[in-house]
């Protein structure tokens, strides 16, 4: 049904939702009734899953930044469902194999999909021949009458040493993977471009690779601005101003975290294992969410 001029509209009505950046931005909610119900699909590996914003009380430990938009969302559409079948360590080509077909049972009416960073850590990729599984993808879940949200990958420029290297791949990869969401009237958060606004150190967790708990909640603002959803209270105020670290603390810390999450990483590799390999979905069916409106939800929040 189209939405009239007195209601806010329901991500996953209008396939012509701006992208992050684009300078258009919602207005003010206008409540969540007379709209068809939304269900939501996050799809991906560890970004999408959560790992680094950390919650015991839920499954597998972790929130994330999707589970935080599917927050979002209930407050100003309460009938809205939520699944979230990323699992990390995952290739591009496990995702699109093993998650988009399960996330179409659902009946989806907005997914969320970012795969292709567990790839781009690897020198030797195909980067297009990851873009024609993407852009096949994109296109089953779109003839679905899904609206289909995506992600660039992060611009390393000022990042640690060790993953500059990826620089170059992951421009190719975003250059390519904006054409097609142009071509496929996909949303999509640009994060290399706004990458400039996740320089401080305290948006990553300690293994460098994963946001923090402040980084994930932050890109689940980037989200909501691109589905042109006015947030509730996200409750990240800025950053004090960090304090100094000397010279021998900085080389402390990075020999700590070589020895904590760079050599498990290279063992995992060598051994062709993943840090997902015995999990499984979070959420793998809709969930409805719940959400005390005006506060954070806690952990927990969300409920079959």
């Known amino acids: ?14 396939s012509r939702a701006a992208p992050a950046g684009s300078g258009r931005t919602a207005g003010e909610p206008r409540g969540g009734s007379g709209h068809a119900p939304i269900r939501y699909v996050a799809l991906g590996d560890s ?30 559409f309460p009938d809205t469902t939520y699944a979230n079948l990323a ?3 995952r290739l591009l080509n496990r995702i699109l194999d093993d998650q988009v077909g399960p996330a179409l049972e659902l009946g989806p009416t907005l997914v969320s999909i970012y795969g292709g960073g567990n790839d781009i850590l690897r020198p030797n990729i195909d980067i297009d021949e990851l873009m024609l599984g993407y852009d096949d993808a994109f296109a089953r879940i779109r003839a679905s009458g899904a609206q289909v949200l995506t992600f660039t990958g992060f611009d390393v420029r000022n990042f640690y040493g060790i993953f500059r290297g990826t620089r170059g791949r992951t421009a190719i990869y975003n250059e390519l993977l904006r054409q097609i969401a142009e071509d496929r009237g996909v949303i999509l958060v640009d994060f290399w471009r706004f990458s400039g606004e996740f320089q ?20 689940a603002g980037k989200v909501l601005e691109a589905l042109q959803v006015a947030p509730d209270d996200l409750g990240l105020e800025p950053l004090p ?3 100094e670290v000397s010279r021998v603390q900085t080389t402390r810390a990075n020999v700590e975290w070589v020895r904590e999450f760079a050599l498990p990483w290279v063992g995992r590799r060598l051994r062709g294992t993943s840090s997902g390999d015995a999990l499984t979905p979070r959420y793998p069916e809709a969930q409805s969410m719940s959400v005390t409106e005006g506060r954070d939800p806690g952990p927990g929040a969300v409920s079959p």
């Open 87 to 89: 699992i990390r360590g």
């Open 241 to 243: 101003r960090m304090r």
């Open 47 to 76: 970004f999408t899953e959560g790992v680094g914003d950390v919650d015991p009380e839920r499954p597998n430990g972790v929130r994330g930044w999707a589970d935080r938009v599917a927050e979002q969302l209930t407050l100003r």
């Open 200 to 219: 401080d150190a305290r948006y990553w967790a300690p293994d460098r690779l994963h946001l923090s708990t402040l980084g994930h909640v932050k890109m």
């Open 1 to 14: 049904m189209p939405a009239g001029p007195d209601r806010e509209k329901a991500p996953g009505e209008d």
